[in-house]
Each structure stands twice: as C-alpha cells, then as structure tokens.
T-cell receptor
Framework: GDSVTQMEGPVTLSEEAFLTINCTYTATGYPSLFWYVQYPGEGLQLLLKATKADDKGSNKGFEATYRKETTSFHLEKGSVQVSDSAVYFCALSDLSGYALNFGKGTSLLVTP | DGGITQSPKYLFRKEGQNVTLSCEQN?????MYWYRQDPGQGLRLIYYSQIVNDFQKGDIAEGYSVSREKKESFPLTVTSAQKNPTAFYLC??????????FGPGTRLLVL
C-alpha cells in the first residue's frame, strides 16, 4: 500500500543552520504530498503541500518540491530558529483523496 | 472563532471503563477523522467519516467506536476492549481539497 518514509531523528541543529528532513514515498497514482508540524502538547498544523509533480510548496521559510522521478518530498529551510523546534510529519493522500498516510515524524531541536 | 475543539484535554480511564472523547468543528467540513499517536509511531487512523450517519474503520479500529449524528460532531468511545488505550488522540477534519486540519488533542491515561 501507499506509504511514507522519513529520516529518523532527533535532528539537532544550531540556530541559523540549514535544515533538510528527508521524505520518500511509495504510491500508486499521483498523490498529493504534505508536511505537517507539531509543537509539544499540541495538534498538527499544515506547514505546506504540493499536489502534482514539480510543484514547490512553501511557507514560513520552509520549502519542499514534489519530485516524481525520485519519489521524494524533502523539507528544507535555509536558516532555522529556536522556535522551529518541533516534530515534522510527511504525509500523502491515498487514492480516495480523503485519508492521509503519515510518516513516523522527525523531531527537530534547534539550540541557540 | 472557527476551528476544531477537543475535550477534555486530559482523560483518565479506569480498568473496564468506557470513555468518550469529544470532537466538535464549525468549519462546515464534511469529513472527520480520529487518529491515535504513540511515541515514535506517528499517527494511525482509527475511524473516519465522510458524511453524516456514515463512517468507516481505519487501520486500528478494534476497541473503539464512533458515531456521526451531526455534521459538527464526531465523538470517539474507547471501550474496555481496548487493552492499551494510553495515547494522544487527535481529531481532524477536511474539505474536498484533501488538506486535513487538526484539533489540539486529548491525552488519555489509564489509572
């Protein structure tokens, strides 16, 4: 079935460092791809999405490009801040277009 | 104030007890979902509903039950058959554009 694989954390970076969190997917068809962020003790918030190949989603300095040839949707940010410390989830839509399959999440800690 | 509310924030269950988690939304979304989150396992789908009076089992429905009598509400009951209920439970909604929006969650603990 459709699935998402994320790099395992935790990832620890110094403030202003460059961030990459890898995400690859397995799917039949052409799913939409998402990144969600979860701050401690809270629900998930949509960070960005892309609905077709070569689309780039972006928000709050984060970017991810839907790469069909490598089945990837890696999350990047040029300069992280302490406030970016959270757990990041990659997800894809299933064939129904309603349900989402989530990766296991990658914890990010940014130190001053 | 639009959004998704979940209550209570913390819930304690005794052995053999059924407990119900509330999820209410005023986003006018048709679809609603319940997920369970355990450390290191990401989110797993329990039940979802695409329309009032209809719902489907997700990947881990055993020991749980739901109802969808109103568009705004999708309560989840954790029954005594669920032997390991301690987890963080998240409710979500979506419109037809696939994006899901999440509530703040309920943490269930067993006494």
């Amino acid at each position: 079935g459709d699935s998402v694989t994320q790099m395992e954390g935790p990832v620890t970076l110094s403030e202003e460092a460059f961030l990459t969190i890898n995400c690859t997917y397995t799917a039949t068809g052409y799913p939409s791809l998402f990144w969600y962020v979860q701050y401690p003790g809270e629900g998930l918030q949509l960070l960005l999405k892309a609905t077709k190949a070569d689309d780039k989603g972006s928000n709050k300095g984060f970017e991810a490009t839907y790469r069909k040839e490598t089945t990837s949707f890696h999350l990047e940010k040029g300069s992280v801040q302490v406030s970016d410390s959270a757990v990041y989830f990659c997800a894809l839509s299933d064939l129904s277009g309603y349900a989402l399959n989530f990766g296991k999440g990658t914890s990010l800690l940014v130190t001053p | 104030d639009g959004g998704i509310t979940q209550s209570p924030k913390y819930l304690f269950r005794k052995e053999g007890q059924n407990v119900t988690l509330s999820c209410e939304q005023n986003l006018n979304h048709d679809a609603m979902y319940w997920y369970r989150q355990d450390p290191g396992q990401g989110l797993r789908l329990i039940y979802y509903s695409q329309i009032v009076n209809d719902f489907q089992k997700g990947d881990i429905a055993e020991g749980y039950s739901v109802s969808r009598e109103k568009k705004e509400s999708f309560p989840l009951t954790v029954t005594s058959a669920q032997k390991n209920p301690t987890a963080f439970y998240l409710c979500a909604t979506s419109d037809t554009a696939e994006t899901q929006y999440f509530g703040p969650g309920t943490r269930l603990l067993v006494l």
